[in-house]
């Protein structure tokens, strides 16, 4: 069963038992823990309890809490009937499983889409609403539809008027709008919906997030165009955390992407409240992520501190069905910072981490200017299910090594490499070997990304997890994010490199405490 009563029921439970007939406040929340003991289930990464979890959705912060809604099947491990279900949390980091956000009605099943708070009340469901865009899938007609919460996301209610946008003439796919308040000064302000429709972007412009007018495109002919276009985002962030502002334009892409499958692009540029405008040609493709399983990002909106973070699906729909999981299939990137940075190439996206995962860590082991050479032992003491590892390597002269870097996971025949190509100058993870790999002939592979030394260093930040190993390089400007499906035995961890020798400037690794996951469905209308 992956149900066990939580410490907090069972301290709630002795204290009315002591208590005998007095009165006892019954505990804030009450819940079950989801047992973190099945194979392949992530101790620190949000995962869907039981069945079938795709993109995430309505990803909003109101009075305290992170909503986390997303793409979900209650019915089987594989992709079906798509509901919204619902997660929350105070700090990103531990989270509380709610009962299923949005169910499928008359109109269809309900597809991606985002949450606004409606702070002005424009349309009119009352004070500080959330308002739900979603997509209504009515067996592949695909049209835009509004629910709203008036109780912090634990009831919904659909809007009489859905759908509030119908596809435009001849426009099949039309999905997953991403909804924001756009203002500038001096002027009144508008609501703002991109919607993905096929190999474009479509903007619409709203004073009540109830009528919709369109007010522009982008896309067609930039970037890559292989594949379906999906879930786009759309936010604004400093240059170089200045007073120089950018927009970037996420976009799902259904194939092609760098690792093989879906992946995700963006785009730089600017938006004046009506469309966007790309800063680079249409040949420059920019990818968010190299690696085969960060899907349909999403950031949230109205963060506390103006931080712009986001996750992901952690899949790849070209085999995202076949993954080895039991009785769950889905789980999401860890929430990461979003930023943008100048580099030679131009204004690019960097994504770090949340400082917050920061209280995951436990046992540390740290090493400072080290020598390593072909055989190195540094690392035959550490071993580890779920790790952090920094690393700051300096690279004086490129003849010494060929590449270097980690393997984790490791076991017999086993193993997932994070090296760096000196010669060639590139990042890659190979999860050839890195456990049940079997399920699809797509995922044994070698993903491998362009990245330059800054000054001679090479930076690696590593999150490995029961399933997962994301990589951020050179603080976040290269990214892999991947699934890995390892024996349950294959804990050790190695410093490796080809060549005579690579200096270390520093290590830290630090075993990453599992994180609590509740679940409380008491709030359950069905
Ligand atoms: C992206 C996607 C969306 C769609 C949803 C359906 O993964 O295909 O375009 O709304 O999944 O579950």
Redesign the pocket.
Known sequence: MWLKLTALMLAAASLVVLAGCAAVAPPTVAGVSLALDEPFRPQYHVSVPENWA??PNGLVYYDGEYHLFY?HNPDDTV?GP?HWGHAVSADLVNWIHLPIALYPDELGTI???SVVIDWNNTAGFGEEAMVALF?H?DNGRQMQSVAYSTDKGRTWTKYEGNPVLEPPANIR?F??PKVFWYETEGEAGHWVMAV?AGNIILFFMSDDLLDWESSGGFGLTYGATCG?W??PDLFELPVDGGTQMRWALAV?I?GCAPAGG?GIQYFVGDFDGETFVSENDKETTLWADLGSDF??PQSWSDTPDGRRIWLA?MNN?TYAQHIPTSTWRGSFSVPREVSLLTTPEGIRLVQQPIEELGQLRGEHWEWRDEVVGPESDLLDEVRGETVEIVAEFEIEDLEDSDRFGFRVRTGPGEYTTIGYGTKARTLYVDRAQSGDVAFHPAFAAIHTAGMEPVDGIVKLHILVDRSSVEVFGNDGLVVFTERIFPSSESLGLELFLDGEQVNLNALDIWQLEPVTFLVDYSGDPE
């Open positions: 795709n993109d793409q992709w798509m597809f991606s889409g997509t899938n796919n999905r997953d993905s379906v999906e879930t799902a259904g879906s899907y349909a699906w729909w």
